[in-house]
């Protein structure tokens, strides 16, 4: 079946270290997204890449990066930097680079925690 | 400036009564609008959106939604409510022609439905 996958469901964060939340999908999407959904609120915008190699900040990119090196693959960092990690992480992709008015189709999201 | 709200953060209504979700918008130009909804410990499941046309959108599971352009809402009706129905739903809205990294969420609305 086609979908996106995301792991690990559950993840835990030392102080000061680095986490990479994966986000892989196989519906040949070009572009891609990372949401934050913190409880009460919407979703924030995090990073967003329309092709591959390629990639830009959504609305509170500090203290994450990602990578886009392969289409398929999405990965997302939480750096030490980012002071209030805990929350609800979702990746996104859609067809075309997102131009369209096509829908999004969502990973089931990871829950990162600060221990 | 973009946004959109859900005045109701609850939602009750009894299993077999209509049930209707609120969702208002403020976007420049013509508006792309989606529903959205999220299952426990789950990603964003599409419902229906509304582009261009038909002022009524039916959707996944028996939803439809309105889309009123004088008093900017687009709200989210089922004529007969499930208790599978219980959920969090997001409407969504994003400028037409905009990309996708500009699509903007309600902080959600939770569906109780009671047996």
């Known amino acids: 079946d086609g979908g996106i996958t995301q792991s690990p469901k559950y993840l835990f964060r030392k102080e000061g270290q680095n986490v990479t939340l994966s986000c892989e999908q196989n519906l040949n999407h070009d572009a891609m997204y990372w949401y934050r959904q913190d409880p009460g609120q919407g979703l924030r915008l995090i990073y967003y890449s329309q092709i591959v190699n390629d990639f830009q900040k959504g609305d509170i990119a500090e203290g994450y990066s990602v990578s886009r090196e392969k289409k398929e693959s999405f990965p997302l960092t939480v750096t030490s930097a980012q002071k209030n990690p805990t929350a609800f992480y979702l990746c996104?992709?859609?067809?075309?680079?997102?131009?369209?008015?096509?829908?999004?189709?969502f990973g089931s999201g990871t829950q990162l925690s600060v221990l | 400036a973009q946004s959109v709200a859900q005045p109701e953060d609850q939602v009750n209504v009894a299993e077999g009564n209509p049930l209707t979700v609120k969702c208002t918008y403020s976007?420049?130009?013509?508006?792309?609008l989606f529903w959205y909804v999220q299952y426990p410990n789950r990603g964003l499941q599409f419902l229906l959106k509304y582009i261009t046309g038909d002022n009524l959108v039916k959707g996944s599971y028996g939803f439809e939604a309105e889309f009123n352009k004088s008093q900017t809402s687009f709200h989210l009706k089922k004529p007969s409510a499930l208790v599978s129905d219980s959920a969090l739903y997001f409407c969504?809205?994003?400028?037409?022609?905009?990309?996708?990294?500009?699509?903007?969420f309600g902080t959600g609305t939770r569906l109780t439905v009671i047996p």
């Open positions: 969504a809205a994003r400028r037409g022609r905009a990309g996708a990294n500009n699509l903007f």
């Open positions: 996104a992709s859609t067809t075309g680079t997102g131009l369209t008015n096509e829908k999004l189709f």
């Open positions: 976007v420049s130009g013509n508006p792309y």
